[in-house]
């Protein structure tokens, strides 16, 4: 059996000051979350190694992780994060290639308020970097970006790329399932990427294992388990639910499934795309 890897999860510190996106009034979130708070959920569920994910558009904090990954053997690699903006950064992302645990980078597109920041002439040479690298692409977004992301995944089929969270799907609007369904669709007919099974609990709005299925079901149809990999979103999924409960969830999502396609699901894919 292949080792179960958590593909997406987080540790942070408020205190840093580089989280712009967090409500500082928010319990659940405006803490610091560490690998002796997720230690327990990961022994309960078997759960050897982890992808430790960017949550500050920072160069700073893409450090402050991997020190943190060089301290915690259960994290077996970082998604970190450079100013795509700045083609200078070159220097920065080779340095980082170099460290044993960096495994690529994650732009925070979902925060951009232009939809078509990712198609912009000064951003492409990161994509390129990337490539020329061997280093990986997560894809954080909307369903609203599925056509700016399948431009930039055929542009640059050699780019190696996993879109994070199903892509968002908006579950708590039912009429909006037809044209998330067909983007998804499309990225994994015409393009090599793989995609999270992760983040759809907080877009439930209430979330129950019945709500989730259909979009389960759609990204098993489209990606196959060989293309897909589970991930926690802790501690974001706390806003609705516990580890426990989402991992819960997702072994009742996929129990359809084969052995070796569960397998995959819970730790293959996400071993061979992050090469951990």
Not at 71 to 85: N, R
Not at 130 to 142: E, K, M, P, T, V
Not at 165 to 178: E, L, S, T, V, Y
Not at 201 to 218: L, N
Request: glycine share 8%; net charge negative.
């Amino acid at each position: 059996m292949t080792d179960r890897i958590d593909a997406h999860q987080h540790y942070w510190h408020p205190g840093r000051g580089d989280y712009d996106w967090m409500p500082m009034d928010n319990a659940i979130l405006a803490r610091p979350y560490g690998p002796d708070d997720l230690a327990p959920a990961l022994g309960r569920h078997g759960i050897a190694r982890t992808i430790l994910v960017q949550a500050a558009a920072t160069i700073e904090e893409t450090h402050y992780m991997l020190g943190l990954a060089d301290a915690t053997p259960s994290v077996a690699g970082v998604v970190g994060w450079i100013d795509f903006e700045d083609p200078a950064q070159l220097r920065h992302l080779r340095n980082l290639a170099g460290h044993p645990k960096f495994r690529g980078v994650r732009p925070m597109i979902q925060d951009i308020p232009d939809d078509g920041w990712m198609l912009r002439d000064d951003v492409q040479w990161a994509y390129q970097a990337l490539i020329d690298l061997d280093l990986s692409f997560d894809a954080l977004g909307f369903p609203r970006h599925l056509e700016n992301f399948h431009r930039i995944l055929t542009r640059y089929p050699q780019l190696r790329v996993v879109v994070d969270h199903c892509m968002k799907p908006q579950i708590r609007d039912p009429d909006a399932f037809d044209h998330w369904a067909t983007g998804m669709a499309a990225i994994a007919r015409d393009t090599s990427a793989m995609c999270k099974f992760s983040g759809i609990v907080t877009e439930s709005g209430g979330w129950s294992v019945e709500k989730m299925k259909p979009y389960v079901d759609h990204v098993l149809e489209v990606f196959g388990p060989d293309r897909l990999m589970w991930g926690s979103d802790w501690p974001v999924c706390r806003l609705e639910a516990s580890y426990d409960d989402w991992h819960g969830a997702a072994q009742a999502l996929t129990a359809h499934l084969t052995a070796a396609e569960r397998d995959a699901i819970f730790g293959g894919t996400a071993a061979r795309f992050y090469r951990v």
